[in-house]
């Protein structure tokens, strides 16, 4: 290593240069939010290439190919070229890359990948082909249903364990629940489909039983590195096992303080459990915070050292200064609104950027009072946490033209582009499907199909049309989706009346496919790692500077200078179904822990004292217990109601020496001044513009224009 152009003792901090140094044995890397985690990543990939090991032997597993990708780019320009040939990707693409090639040992020469929405079409084709009275014996939505049973395969248990544990009130229709679980599975399998939990039952399977198939793997992937493993589940951590468990050159990086996808599947127990699977683990913690101020990291280090299980750390950071954390009591959640929407526009008027600020919230429909004032305040924002692009309908429906013709065992994908035809309803794609699956279906057949029909159904011709064009000739990934395009756009048109907007997903989805070479790579990546698309306020949509509304889960990774938590009060977050259950309110914990550590510079934690409740009706709320009992030694608390002086002190200090107007009544007026008026009580300036109108703050009514002629008329009355 003399010889290498990398200082790497100078250029990381003494725990990271430990972890980039480790080369053989297991080693577990704890790193603490904001610690340089992708750094250390990024370093070792470096190092172990720059050591003479072959790229190709090093296996990078992250939770999205994009992250794999920038790390060995960094990787490459660190050190040169050859870091691009480590191998990188998701498990789930691993999982996918591994089954196109020994697929056919376990029955899968070729296959399709579904999503979740696709999952709740099988189960509910399944509980009517099976005659399942759904009403009658209480059936939850296919969505559940599939949960349930995904749960079941993620965590490992039998399908009775699930519901008792997480679905108590379904613990009676376990047998019917089994059946359909028995025959979703059946039904993959006869038309050649998996899911997002098969790729990784079926990798284990594999691994298990060809103990051929695992060596040659296990010789070829020497070197292992898993990113954000907290969030793995017992299935992946099985699959590292498998591959790993020879030479045992694993390493794990995450914090056990950021495991918050339990929902997902994610398993806590992996990290912890990670050094009893992998004797003489090397632990080594990363805890200097390169993102938050002292103060921040102060309060929560405070939060997570009350987890009942965890890896003890104590961030810490070089960075001078730093303010308090704040937390906010407000009356009730529209006076919650009103202070973040003022306290923005005084951040905004200061210098701060939008973009550099966040609110963040335990579940979606937290913003939903506060996005009509930041509308009403003309405030751009963007929010996350929503529907997913490739779950949008219009996308479904595009891809599953491309999914058939790919594979035309896929009877889902049939059903969906039958019935988007004018006359065809689910009869008649059912008559349709049922003719191409008493033979081995093929887009042949259904030609031979509709040539029979003898024009009877005219209008499938167009789809024979279609898949003419898309086989006639060598076409590229985009030329293809551009030709399903042009198919499918009436169709569109005459299913949505906002297809205008629709129109311009195609429009990003014809650019976003133009790098692949091949469509089943295309048609995959849409599967597993589909594009994210900004879900901006389309009036908002093209302007660069706008505020962050986002889940915390969707927060996770990401920082910004300010930072609001919304619904900081039991109940809310914690949310009112974790309150009495252990494991799940330790998780919320972390779920603070993730959202207070996103902060940089500023970070406030906002509640309301009371909240309307769907169920409970009118409530009472308390500060959530994550930070109840620290406020006072690790922030300081001011009540929304004290915003009339605060927003009168900051706009007047920001617009200090701006000038002043004169009304034409004698007197002049300014940013920073107080007006009272008999109707909208007392004001604030907030901004004179020219000599005929001022943008004023009202505490109750919020932003209002006025006309500066009518000041001091008797209606308006200027504050001494």
Known sequence: ???????????????????????????????????????????????????????????????????????????????DRRCRSVSGGTFHSLANHILRKYGDLIGYPDFSIIDRGDCNEVVGYIIGELDIKRKEIGLPRNSTIVNIISKSINKSLDLSDVLERYYSHLAELADPLRK???????????????????????????????????K????RYRFIMVDEYQDTNLLQAEIVELLGGEHRNVMVVGDDSQSIYSFRGADFRNIMDFPRVFPDTRIIKLEENF????????????????????????????????????????????????????????????????????????????????????????????????????????????????????NPSDHLSWHRILKLLPGIGQATANKVVGWLSSDVPSIE?????????????????????????????ELEVKEMVSVVRKYYEPLMMSKFDDYPKRMRDLDYLEEWCAPFQSLEQFLTDMALEPPEVNRAPSDFAERAD???????????????????????????????????????????RRLMYVACTRAKDQLYIVYPETARDSYYGHVNLELSQFVRGLEWD??????????????????ADSRAGSGSVLTGRGFSLRAGDVLRHPELGMGVVLEVMGHKRARVFFKKQGIRLIDLRSVGSGQWILQE
């Not at 280090?301 to 960075?319: F, G, M, P, V, W």
């Not at 030609?447 to 086989?471: A, N, P, R």
């Open 291 to 406: 993102r938050s101020s002292q103060p921040i990291l102060e309060l929560t280090n405070a939060i997570i050292s009350r987890a009942l299980q965890r890896y003890t750390k104590c961030l810490y950071t070089r960075r001078k200064g730093g303010v308090l954390p704040q937390v906010v009591v407000a009356r009730d959640e529209s006076e919650q609104s009103d202070w973040i929407t003022e306290k923005i526009i005084s951040l905004t008027r200061s210098g701060i950027k939008l973009k550099e600020i966040a609110v963040l919230f335990r579940s979606s429909f937290h913003s939903f009072d506060l996005e009509v004032e930041l509308a009403r305040s003309k405030i751009p924002f963007a929010k996350y946490g929503g529907l997913k692009f490739a779950e949008a309908a219009h996308i479904k429906d595009l891809l599953a033209h491309l999914r058939v013709f790919l």
């Open 445 to 473: 057949r259904f030609k031979m199909y509709v040539k029979d029909q003898k024009g009877k159904m005219k209008i499938l011709g167009e789809l024979v049309g279609l898949f003419d064009l898309l086989s006639g000739q």
């Open 634 to 651: 690790y922030a300081t608390v001011v009540r929304a109601s004290d915003v009339y002086s605060e927003c009168e002190r900051s706009v």
């Open 546 to 588: 706008f505020l962050t509304l986002s889940t915390i889960h969707s927060a996770k990774g990401l920082e910004w200078k300010v930072v609001f938590i919304i619904h900081a009060a039991d109940g809310y977050f914690p949310s009112r179904h974790s309150l009495h259950k252990d494991e799940e309110l330790e998780e919320e």
């Open 1 to 79: 290593m003399g010889d290498s152009i990398i200082d790497y003792e100078n250029e990381l901090n003494e725990a990271q240069y430990r972890a980039v140094s480790v080369t053989e044995g297991p080693a577990l890397v704890i790193a603490g939010a904001g610690s340089g985690k992708t750094r250390t990543l990024v370093y070792r990939v470096a190092r172990l290439v720059d050591a003479g090991i072959n790229p190709g032997s090093i296996l990078l597993l992250t939770f999205t190919r994009k992250a794999a990708a920038e790390m060995m780019d960094r990787a490459s320009q660190l050190l």
């Open 216 to 219: 040659t793997l296990s010789d």
């Open 180 to 214: 359909i679980a028995q025959c979703y599975g059946d039904y993959k399998k006869k038309h050649k489909m998996m899911d997002y939990d098969d790729l990784l039952v079926n990798l284990k399977m594999l691994l298990v039983e060809f103990p051929g198939v695992r």
